[in-house]
């Protein structure tokens, strides 16, 4: 393979434009991944776009080895520089040749390349859409991206064992069949596509 599967490149951008509209005044707010603050989806990007960029660069270790459970992310004194720095790793990263293939690990699980990638897609465009909303932002996803976030989530919503009501990150949110293809991604995801911002 000498092509990637998946340019990361223009959602990692669109998450980093995201969060360079992000006001300190804003970092306390809830968000709709009801454990996390705007802080904490910051923070969270920040760790796992080191944690995917060194998936990508099979560069397997400490950042690769920890659970995204095992702590509230922390949002350090520098981030705004930080994070659009590590995006732009982790997209170059998923631009090499051996990024898509073999077998890497993140969040501590061994995953082939392909499902690492397509995971590293899910959490730009989902964390992207919480950070939209959370901050009253307006958000249109990489269309490349989205669809191919879309086809992971569908299929593994119907992996044995599953009703078709529980997705890997939670309950699936039933979404018209006819809504956006942003809304039923976001559905498959565990998020309710109507949430918004308390005033």
């Avoid at 990007?45 to 060194?54: H, I, M, T, W």
């Avoid at 890997?168 to 039933?174: C, R």
């Amino acid at each position: 393979m000498t092509d990637p599967i998946l340019d990361l490149g223009p959602q990692a951008r669109i998450v980093a434009r995201l969060a360079e509209g992000v006001t300190d005044a804003q970092l306390a707010d809830g968000t709709p991944c009801p454990k996390y603050t705007v802080r904490d989806i910051l923070g969270h990007l920040v760790g796992l776009s080191v944690a995917f960029r060194d998936a990508g660069r099979k560069d397997l270790g400490a950042t690769t080895d920890t659970s995204p459970d095992a702590a509230v992310p922390d949002l350090r004194p520098g981030w705004r520089e930080e994070l659009p720095r590590v995006l732009d790793e982790l997209a170059d990263a998923w631009r090499g040749p051996g990024a898509w293939t073999g077998m890497t690990r993140a969040g501590g699980v061994n995953l082939p390349g392909e499902v690492a990638g397509a995971v590293a897609a899910d959490e730009l465009v989902i964390h992207g859409w919480d950070l939209a909303r959370a901050t009253g932002q307006p958000y249109a996803p990489d269309p490349a991206a989205l669809e191919a976030v879309h086809t992971f989530l569908l299929a593994a919503a119907a992996e044995p064992g599953r009703d078709g009501g529980e997705g890997i990150f939670g309950p699936v949110v039933p979404v018209p069949s006819d809504a956006p293809l942003l809304d039923r991604t976001v559905g498959l995801s565990g998020r309710d596509p109507g949430w918004t911002r308390k005033a």
